[in-house]
């Protein structure tokens, strides 16, 4: 809509006016009252839509009403409302307009009695009457239902989606209200109706937004379209179209002094930027030379922290082996000596017994004795016990961290929470440092064949693989304050 050109279309407001005269004049020569009073009402109708009230005032008080059909009727009710609505609208006096809204309301009331109820001008008529009261919600559902006997592309359509807009905008739904408007100004410019009202409420909402130049485009459409229909031509659109016109100016006027501004302001920066380059350009040979020495320091200060690092944590893991071997050999130091006492203890008594037996003479329970191998059970399941309460005071949940490391089909279940099986006192020797076989053998007295066989299974039912199964079995942590409370 970049420019507009009505010369080729001629939508003569002036030339219906007078055809109009010319059909009451005629319709008079043949006496023919409800013709003239019919054609007076089309006329006074237009001359609302030109903006002469005072004509159509004239020319509705020459109809006689009272000897008018319902088509007559209808027109004069129609031409009646229309021009008592504007006169509310532009009046200044609060008397005076509420005055005019009665008399346009009762005649709207009037032409709702006689016109049919899918007319359009019948939607119209309560569309206006539901707006005036505040009942938007209601006026919309009127269009809702105006909508369905209108055809898309027709005046009518155009009129009912200015109307939906004008329901929407009061209701707060500004998006929707703005859709309609738009639908209804396209109808207006595809159908030629040259009707400035949808038009000229965009340009006011363009305007508000600041898109001033499409307003001002908008705005002209409006004026030429005014133009064209003849008639007066109100005065707040030209005066809109005179501000939007200055405000546009004036836009124009301080963006061309911001640019003139902002030339002045990039050509010193330019300059200035200009001696900076030629002063950085003297100190970038010497930054160079600094930087290379700054990133050579920063690569040996990194390597050396990476040392650090690992030396401090080789330190970290020998402290903590160091603190566990320490601890470990505290506690057994104390354990081999009460072991050694209990075996001094049983072994004098073992002795006492076969000094007696030899004493009495009594050989054959000697040789019985000495023959049964409980005394070796007896001492083997005592020494096991130890084992296992002193290996499970330092280390209190080691039977639930090694069922962590198997696979969940092949975890151990003892029978007793603080007695450990035969596998479990292998891996237990193992975490204790132990890992020869043929060691691990001779302390739990099993077979090295045995030994070895546990070894390989648990390994292969390690949960992360068998090749660190026994590396991780030697990280189960250590419970120091277990033993120091010990």
Known sequence: MAAFNFSTVQVENDSTITSLQHGVEIAEEMKDNQKADFCRCLLAYQYVKSGFYAEAMVTLNRVSTGE????TMTEYYKSKGFLYDQLSMFTKNKSDKAYFQSVSDSANNALLRILSKKSTFYFTTVFVKQSDKGEYRE?????????KIVKKGTHEYAVMMYYRYRALSELGEASKAEYCLLLSAICDVETAT????????ICQILKDRGDVKRAQIYMQYAYAAAISFGGKIRDNITHDLENVNSKYITELNEKRQSVNRAFIAIAFLFFLTFALLIYSLSQHKKLIAQKEKVEHILIILQENNKKLSNLADQNKDTNQK??????IKDKYIGIFFGICSSYINWTDKTLKLVNKLLRNKQYDDLYQ????????????????????????SMFPTFIQDFNNLLCPNARIIVKKEDVLNTPLRIFALIRLGVEDSSKISEL???????????????RNEALNGRVT????????????DSIQSN
């Not at 006026?139 to 909508?147: F, I, Q, R, V």
């Not at 040259?194 to 409420?201: D, G, H, S």
């Not at 090295?448 to 648990?458: L, M």
């Open 68 to 71: 008018c059909d319902k088509t």
């Open 139 to 147: 006026a919309l559902k009127t269009s809702n239902e105006w909508a």
């Open 194 to 201: 040259y009707n400035e009202t949808a038009i000229f409420n």
């Open 322 to 327: 160091l603190m566990e071997v320490s601890i």
């Open 369 to 392: 004795m000495s023959k049964s191998a409980e005394l070796k059970e007896d001492a083997l399941n005592e020494l096991y016990s130890k084992f296992d309460e002193i290996f499970l």
């Open 444 to 458: 739990l007295n099993l077979a090295p064949s045995t030994v070895y066989n546990y070894r390989t299974k648990y």
């Open 469 to 480: 199964f026994e590396k991780e079995v030697k990280k189960i942590g250590i419970r120091m």
